[in-house]
């Protein structure tokens, strides 16, 4: 089964007035959808869109795992452990949260910044904090979160381009850029900020149908999830 959810169906949060836009795959916050809380370990796929200046104060995490991905501009990061770094577009930040843990998020530079954030749940509570940054992912080489039983792969695909959806007993698909088809010709085709829940398929593909530019490529995250 694919269920896609088109980009105009999430919800919208953040604080307008602070800077900051935020674009909600599921509950959330003030916003709760009983049938809409999980898709497996996953609980969240935010895209968030911060001003220059504009950030998240300092705030509490626990029992859950949250991935980055930066799409523009420069993410600052600093925690309750005392690190502080900066992620860059195509760049990678993994905060286990395990038993607790505080952090500020913030766009320190003068251009707006775009990342898409993920929650999942850990398969067992607890535990010390851990904090992982990649400069980069490749697109041969998935990175796993086994803490969720979980593992991320990105697809940079040319116009006409295809990837193998990975057969797992369920797959979460995010257009980050450009426009893709997943299946055959009469599969559907999603845009940037589209994503689609994918269970008990195999041997699915995935086409990049056009890039953000002639030049670039379309680029998009799958989740490889657990049942």
Do not use: K
Request: net charge negative; aromatic share 6%.
């Amino acid at each position: 089964m694919i269920s896609v959810q088109r980009s105009e169906d999430r919800f919208r949060g953040g604080d307008e007035a602070a800077g900051i836009e935020t674009r909600h795959a599921f509950s959330f916050g003030s916003f709760y959808d009983p049938d809409n809380v999980r898709f497996g370990p996953v609980v969240a796929c935010n895209e968030e869109r911060l001003a220059p200046g504009a950030g998240f104060d300092e705030h509490p995490h626990s029992h859950t795992e949250i991935v980055t991905w930066v799409v523009e501009g420069e993410l600052t990061h600093r925690d309750s452990t005392g690190r502080a770094t900066v992620v860059r577009p195509g760049g990678l930040q993994h905060l286990s949260a395990a038993a607790g843990v505080r952090h500020v998020e913030r766009n320190d530079r003068d251009r707006p910044l775009t990342f898409i954030q993920m929650w999942l749940t850990p398969l067992e509570p607890g535990g010390d904090p851990a904090y992982t940054t990649l400069p980069e992912l490749a697109d041969d080489t998935p990175y796993a979160v086994p803490a969720a039983g979980a593992g991320l792969h990105v697809r940079r695909l040319a116009a006409g381009e295809r990837a193998a959806v990975p057969d797992a007993a369920r797959v979460y698909v995010h257009v980050v850029a450009g426009t893709v088809r997943i299946g055959d010709e009469e599969g559907p085709e999603l845009g940037v900020g589209d994503a689609a829940r994918i269970t008990g398929e195999t041997g699915l593909g995935l086409t990049a149908t056009a890039g953000p530019t002639e030049e670039e490529p379309a680029e998009v995250l799958i989740w490889e999830l657990p049942a």
